[in-house]
């Protein structure tokens, strides 16, 4: 306890010198970029980007709340596109068509966290990209030929995966573990029964790349703890994952006080293999229709590693053989060694337990701990191409760059202002490229032009290159970049237009084709949208529209055929909450019920081409 | 009539002649390049003796607007007869190399000349016919056009650049070669 009174004192000290600093700020100068401008042309150059050449890194950033990411141009910094992914999206139709509406359930929003790549060895490999959603407990997988997402799946017993996702080497699992511990199956229980009956589910997400499906293999019952970040091995580590932990001490009220009373809290360390082996093994129970594992019934596999209290970020080094922890409460960065957490497993170096799962004792698998100098609140590190380590600090607003082996702080700029994570450019692969880091900072205050009291967020570019880390452009953002991934621009391959699948009973690809079909109450109609009309029936006198008695039920299933790069054509039902996109080629269907009579415009929403004001029709609906 | 047989270097370029002609039909013989502000990598319609290839579903699209009609492999009966044509050809100019009889050669450069104007005469009707039959309800009027066989042409935002294509190239390869021999052994 003793030795920890300094630390605290430290830190109480720091947040205190944080504020009076942050009230310090002179309104309109954000640092001394401004000052010199000289440096600021140089910067310039830095990041522009010709009209006509294209950026070298595609940047997604998660837009937490707004339940969709942003993708960006770097070093440009250019907002290029905006995913729907957890949100409806009215701008792509997104949450109003079959598909997405069936993928969204029912929900009308998520707070999307952590983006993850697929990796192929430890490398991204610009195939697909993982996000998880801590509003509403799911998990999405977005296609990068198109941008579009093709699964969402709900995961049960887990609440608020915040500490994913993050994938293994091979994009064997993604790992979801629970930010807000609940009883089994989310039942009724108190709680003082808390410690008993609530669990933080950790649930191992798999990926089908064939049919583009997620599902869940296995979940394993943590102790009813909150689990904040994580990170998957790498090389020598591949098998195993780390993640971090807090409110061990299973307060039910007023967290901020009662989660950070105790000294140590912990990594959670786990062998995926070993657990994979258990499955196999039957070494698990059958709950609420999910293949459990119980630490305290089904030993193995699961280690925990005592770290500074409240921990934010660990971070896997990209050579594999070290593990970085931050203590968001303690201003002081741990490095562990995977070896020695291996040799201290194997020689049983134990502590104890809890909750039936072994405690490695912290000193057989610490490595060092890091301090640099009045650096506060450090929360998550990257690294680059020469192994070193890029720590945001949250509450000294900086990014302290220094090398994992000798503990050495090399370099630190200052952000404008409270980074919560940073990216580097391929940062958390086995081969990191240097060159960027982005830090997405919380707030802007005073940076950009004012939009009333509530401020954009800001990211900024650091450059990486020169001997000093230099701050290079700043971008705002939409609420909220929390965790983001930056991938070189060459490994995704994009296609330009849906290739024709004459498999697809929805899909017209001609105009004779198209056709309005009858079955009871049900009104099928199998159109197209080409510059500029839209044919519902060919052989109707009126092609492009549409009639049916209130109480149908309508099918409009709307096939693109312009196989153009960049037609796509929109289709929305004036006044009836109804608006959904076909991309060139692409087939997509609308479902619902005709419950309002009347007469109704049809129109593109897309706009495609000069007589785009004239792709039009009507939706009747006889009383 | 039964005069000199041709000589062995004579026949030798009429076979290869006619193994040109048959080649070519493997190759396009006529093509037509689209450019505007919205399509700088440029738009294609490419003419085979049996089938049409680029992006002519792109191009109907954009036609329809000035009235123009479709092009397809249907609208031209020529695909269904063409290839036929052509490898009779080339089987003609092989039994001329056979036969080695400077009869067979004058009829078999008649037969050429004569059937490369009707290409040309058929060509020119299928331009003047597309560009001047527009449909009078078309959303763009423009004025009527006959886009030249080889060359350049606007067309609203459009350059269109015509070109013989590999096809004929060959077989213009191979009516110099069965003309060599008319020189040759004369
Ligand atoms: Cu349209």
Known sequence: ?623 | MAGKKLSILSSGLIAAAAALIAASLFFPWWGMEFFAPQYPEGLNIIVYPDKLEGEIDIVNGLNHYIGMKGFSEENFPEFTYLKYLIGGLALLTMITAILRRKTVLYFLIGLFSIGGLLGIWDLRRWLHDFGTDLSPTAPIKVDPFVPPIIGENTLANFITNSYLGTGSFLVLAAFILILIPLWKDR
């Open chain 1, 1 to 623: 306890m003793k030795k920890w009174l300094p630390i605290a004192s430290g830190l109480a000290t720091g947040l205190l010198a944080a504020t009076v600093f942050f009230a310090d700020f002179s309104p309109g100068n954000p640092g001394q970029a401004v000052a010199d401008n000289s440096k600021n042309k140089t910067n310039a150059e830095k990041v522009y980007v010709p009209f006509g050449e294209k950026d070298e890194y595609y940047l997604f950033a998660s837009g937490g709340h707004s339940g969709q990411m942003f993708i960006y141009g770097v070093p440009s910094m250019r907002h290029i596109r905006t995913v729907p992914v957890f949100s409806p999206d009215s701008a792509t139709g997104y949450g109003f068509d079959k598909h997405s509406k069936e993928m969204m359930g029912g929900f009308t929003w998520g707070d999307l966290h952590h983006p993850a790549f697929s990796e192929t060895d430890g490398d991204y490999d610009g195939k697909y990209m993982f996000a998880t959603d801590v509003g509403n407990s799911r998990a999405a997988v977005m296609n990068l030929e198109t941008f579009t997402v093709k699964d969402i799946i709900d995961v049960p017993n887990t609440s608020g995966p915040h500490c994913a996702a993050f994938v293994t080497e091979n994009t064997e699992y993604m790992f979801l573990p629970t930010r807000f511990a609940v009883p089994i199956g989310r039942e009724y229980a108190p709680l003082d029964d808390y410690s008993e009956k609530y669990r933080g589910v950790m649930s191992a997400v798999t990926f089908d790349e064939k049919n583009e499906k997620l599902n869940i293999a296995y979940q394993v019952a943590l102790p009813p703890w909150s689990y904040d970040l994580s990170d998957a091995g790498k090389k020598v580590s591949k098998d195993w994952a780390v993640m971090t932990t807090y409110n061990t001490e299973e307060a039910t009220t007023n967290l901020e006080i009662n989660a950070s009373q105790a000294d140590r809290d912990f990594i959670v360390l786990f062998n995926w293999k070993e657990l994979e082996q258990m499955v196999k093994d039957g070494q698990y129970d059958e709950v609420t229709g999910q293949k459990m594992i119980f630490p305290e019934k089904h030993k193995g596999g699961m280690y925990l590693v005592p770290v500074a209290k409240s921990p934010h970020g660990v971070d896997v080094t990209p050579d594999g053989k070290h593990f970085i922890a931050s203590g968001k409460l303690a201003p002081a960065m741990t490095v562990f060694s995977f070896e020695k957490a291996f040799k201290a497993i194997e020689n049983k170096e134990f502590a104890g337990e809890r909750n039936g799962i072994p405690i490695i004792k912290y000193e057989s698998v610490m490595e060092k701990e890091v301090n640099p100098e009045n650096a506060l609140g450090p929360l998550h590190t990257q690294f680059d191409d020469q192994g070193m380590a890029y720590t945001t600090m949250f509450i000294s607003s900086e990014i302290v760059k220094w090398d994992p082996k000798t503990g050495e702080t090399l370099d630190r700029v200052p952000v404008q202002y409270s980074p919560g994570h940073s990216v580097a450019a391929e940062g958390d692969t086995v081969a990191p490229d240097g060159k960027y880091l982005i830090a997405l900072n919380k707030i802007a205050k005073d940076s950009y032009l004012s939009v009333g009291p509530s401020h954009p967020e800001s990211m900024q570019l650091i450059d990486l290159r020169g001997d000093k880390m230099e701050v290079i452009q700043s971008a705002p953002v939409n609420p909220e970049p929390h965790y983001a991934q930056m991938i070189k621009a060459d490994k995704i391959k994009t296609i330009t237009v849906y290739p024709k699948d004459e498999k697809d009973p929805d899909a017209v690809y001609s105009q004779e084709e198209t056709r309005i079909e009858r079955k009871g109450n049900e009104v099928h109609v199998y159109g197209i949208a080409m510059r500029s009309k839209f044919i519902f029936d060919a052989k109707a006198e009126r092609p492009d529209q549409i009639e049916v008695k209130k109480g149908d039920k309508v099918f409009i299933h709307l096939t693109n055929i312009d196989f153009d790069q960049d037609i796509t054509h929109g289709f929305a039902i004036n006044g009836y909450d109804l608006n959904i996109e076909v991309q060139p080629g692409q087939t997509n269907t609308v479902e619902f019920t005709a419950d309002k009579a009347g007469t109704f415009p049809i129109y593109c929403t897309n706009f495609c081409s000069a007589l785009h004001q004239e792709m039009t029709g009507y939706f009747l609906v006889k009383p």
